[in-house]
C-alpha cells in the first residue's frame, strides 16, 4: 500500500492564478480531510469528505474548493491564489470504524 | 466549535529526564484525543490516543492521561531521547458525531538535549 500521496511536493504560484492538489489514498478509507498547516497554529481544517460525493467545510474553507468523486481521490482547488495561502498543505484519510487519521506528505505552497 | 490550548510552545529537557506536555479543550461532546509527532519536514504520525471511557493510556515510554471533569489531557514521556526531539500536537474530536473532525492544539517543538 502506498497510503496517502499528495501531488505536488512543492508548488509556487503567483497571486490570481489557480491551481488543484492533488490527493488519493489507497486504503479504501470512507473519510478524507485536508489541512493546512502554518507557523504556531497547529492545523487546521480546510474541508472533510464522509464519503464519495459528500463533501463539507473546515474551520478556514474560504478560497477553497472540494470535491469527491471517488473513494480514493481528493484534490483541492485553489480558486484564485492569494499570499495568505501560502501554508504547507496536508491531506489525510481515515477508516469508517477510527477517527486515527494517516497524514499524506504534504504539500508546500507559496503564493507570491 | 471546539477549542484546543496546548502548553508549553516549545520544551527543552535533557535526555533521560520526563517530558510534559498539557492540552485542554472546550468541548464536553469531544471523546477521542489523539497525540501526533511530527519531525522537521515530515508528516505528523500518531504515537497514542485516547478515549474518555479511559482515564490512562500507556505504551512504552509514552503515557496520556485524561481528566473529562477539567476537560484536560496531557501527555508524558519519560526517559526521553534525542530522537524524540520533535513537535508535538494534541488534538480532540467527538467520534459519535457524523463531522469526524479532528481540532488541533498549536503543538509544542520538544528539544531533547544530549
Known amino acids: 500500500n502506498a497510503g496517502v500521496t499528495q501531488t505536488p511536493k512543492f508548488q509556487v504560484l503567483k497571486t490570481g492564478q489557480s491551481m488543484t492538489l492533488q490527493c488519493a489514498q489507497d486504503m479504501n478509507h470512507e473519510y478524507m480531510s485536508w489541512y493546512r498547516q502554518d507557523p504556531g497554529m497547529g492545523l487546521r481544517l480546510i474541508h472533510y469528505s464522509v464519503g464519495a460525493g459528500i463533501t463539507d467545510q473546515g474551520e478556514v474553507p474560504n478560497g477553497y474548493n472540494v470535491s469527491r468523486s471517488t473513494t480514493e481521490d481528493f484534490p483541492l482547488r485553489l480558486l484564485s491564489a492569494a499570499p495568505s495561502q501560502t501554508s504547507v498543505y496536508f491531506c489525510?484519510?481515515?477508516?469508517?470504524?477510527?477517527?486515527?487519521?494517516?497524514f499524506g506528505p504534504g504539500t508546500r505552497l507559496t503564493v507570491l | 466549535g471546539e477549542n484546543v490550548e496546548q502548553h508549553p510552545s516549545t520544551l527543552s529537557v535533557q535526555e533521560g529526564d520526563s517530558a510534559v506536555i498539557k492540552c485542554t479543550y472546550s468541548d464536553s461532546a469531544s471523546n477521542y484525543f489523539p497525540w501526533y509527532k511530527q519531525e522537521l519536514g515530515k508528516r505528523p504520525q500518531l504515537i497514542i490516543d485516547?478515549?474518555?471511557?479511559?482515564g490512562e493510556k500507556k505504551d512504552q515510554r509514552i503515557a496520556v492521561t485524561l481528566n473529562k471533569t477539567a476537560k484536560h489531557f496531557s501527555l508524558h514521556i519519560t526517559e526521553t531521547q534525542p530522537e524524540d526531539s520533535a513537535v508535538y500536537f494534541c488534538a480532540a474530536s467527538a467520534e459519535d458525531t457524523g463531522r469526524r473532525a479532528l481540532t488541533f492544539g498549536s503543538g509544542t517543538r520538544l528539544q531533547v538535549q544530549p
Open positions: 485516547i478515549r474518555s471511557n479511559v
Open positions: 489525510a484519510s481515515s477508516p469508517e470504524s477510527r477517527l486515527v487519521q494517516f
